[in-house]
């Protein structure tokens, strides 16, 4: 049984009968359960049912001065342990994304010093609409966590994602936002109609782990923000992405599929085991080599020096990038190069044998001086066979959608 708190903000959707079950099953649970039900909600759900399943007063009004004297708006949203809102409307999530706060539930939810799980629910077209796709995103990297939405066949005869989670998904999606339960399922793919319907496209990103014995090893600074920026983008595009990480601190993009990584050599498995793919996008910093033997126990201290005797790890990117019935139809690599960028990377690509090379300039010519890793901003070169592109310096997103929307127009 649960002692925690939650608040239930319930937007107006067709789906927002299924809260109903929700809160029985929260109460069941032994949740402690307050509502706030939207002005669209009271036409889906009524105060008296919410009433009746929490036990307590369904709050639907900000200037209701009974209810603000009970306890305060500012209150309620740090009442909870966990802020849920369900159904998460188009409407809301804008809301929230932008900071508005025109009523009690987008007042709540910027009032609120709790994590927010949202379980959206809308039409399929909305739900993929680059506004929705911005406002989404923007919310996980204030630290909203999703469930859903589900495929399916929705309430107005069209089918795609969008439906709202079912109650017992979102329950369990509480107990993990909790750390109580077990992991929630990842969120649903966005099957936009975008020019990467139908494509299967790899990227590798962030850094590589190689071990020197349990507790030491060989890394590098690669942050992996540009690959799964990458990874999003094409997934906004409609594709279907498999991401193989490094090590890294980030979330997974939402409608990706990660799979986690530490070596070189894992990554070359877990891309060769991903393949097919009609397009491989190499960004992760790979470590050129790895110690030759990595100790079972922990090497101790003598007094003296020590030696590690590296050897080299394969080149995951010109492996794909050999003819053979397996090489996806367009190879692109990543470079970093600090001065004559288009000349080097152009011989990258003959030598790895790719389509197309993304020169990042590293170098000390931007006016913010060397790039580093990890950095928001790129300054990037389009190397492909018919010749050099300087593109605009961006931030990784910007460079990833021009990426991403490239790769559609190359796959047509
Ligand atoms: N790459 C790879 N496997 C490796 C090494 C690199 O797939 N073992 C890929 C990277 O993901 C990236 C590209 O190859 O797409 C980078 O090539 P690399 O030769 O490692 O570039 P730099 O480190 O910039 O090269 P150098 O300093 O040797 O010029």
């Known amino acids: 049984m649960s002692d925690k708190r939650i ?35 009271e036409r889906f759900v009524t105060p008296m049912s919410l009433t009746a399943l929490t036990g307590e007063p369904v709050r639907t009004d900000l200037f209701d001065l009974g209810a603000e004297a009970e306890m305060g708006h500012i209150e309620l949203s740090r009442w909870a342990d966990l ?37 959206p629910a809308m039409n399929v077209r909305m739900w993929s609409h680059p506004s929705v796709v911005r406002n989404v995103r923007q919310l996980e990297a204030d630290g909203w966590r999703f469930v859903g939405p589900d495929e399916g066949e929705m309430a107005c005869g069209e089918f795609g994602a969008g439906r709202l989670s079912e109650p017992e998904a979102i329950y369990d999606a509480i107990l993990d936002a909790l ?85 070189a050599l894992e990554m070359e498995a877990a891309c060769r085991n991903a393949l097919p793919a009609d397009a491989a996008v190499m960004v992760a910093a790979v470590a050129d080599w790895r110690p030759e033997i990595a100790a079972d126990l922990k090497v101790k201290k003598t007094g003296g020096g020590a030696t590690v005797r590296l050897v ?41 044998g790719c389509d197309w090379i993304v020169a990042n300039d590293v170098g000390l010519g931007g006016e913010g001086g060397p790039q580093v890793f990890g950095a928001e901003t790129n300054h990037v070169t389009l190397v492909t066979r018919k010749g050099a592109e300087a593109w605009e310096p961006g931030s990784k997103r910007d460079i990833a959608r021009k990426l991403a929307q490239r790769i559609g127009e190359a796959l047509k």
């Not at 809102?85 to 709790?114: E, F, I, R, Y």
């Open 7 to 41: 608040l239930l903000i319930v937007g107006g959707g067709i789906a927002a009968y299924k809260v109903l079950e929700l809160t029985r099953l929260l109460r069941k649970g032994g949740f402690g359960v307050r509502a706030i039900l939207t002005r669209a909600g």
């Open 83 to 119: 802020v849920v809102v369900a159904p998460a409307t188009a409407d809301l999530l804008g809301k929230a994304a932008g900071g508005l706060a025109d009523d009690l539930a987008s007042t709540a939810l910027l009032a609120t010093d709790k994590t927010v799980l949202a379980a």
């Open 179 to 263: 750390g109580q339960g077990r992991p929630a399922p990842p969120p649903a793919r966005l099957s936009g109609p975008g020019p990467l319907k139908g494509r299967h496209v790899l990227v590798t990103a962030g850094p590589t782990f190689e071990p020197i014995d349990p507790v030491r090893g060989l890394t590098n600074r690669s942050s992996g923000k540009q690959g799964y920026a990458i990874a999003g983008a094409l997934a906004e595009l409609g594709a279907r992405v498999t991401l193989v990480s490094g090590p890294t601190a980030l979330e997974t993009p939402w409608g990706v599929e990660r799979i986690d990584v530490e070596t």
């Open 312 to 352: 080299e790890n394969p080149d995951i990117l010109a492996g794909l990038s050999r003819k053979g019935s397996t090489r996806p139809r367009l190879v692109v690599g990543f470079a970093a190069e600090t001065h004559d960028v288009a000349r080097y990377a152009a011989e990258k690509l003959m030598a790895k």
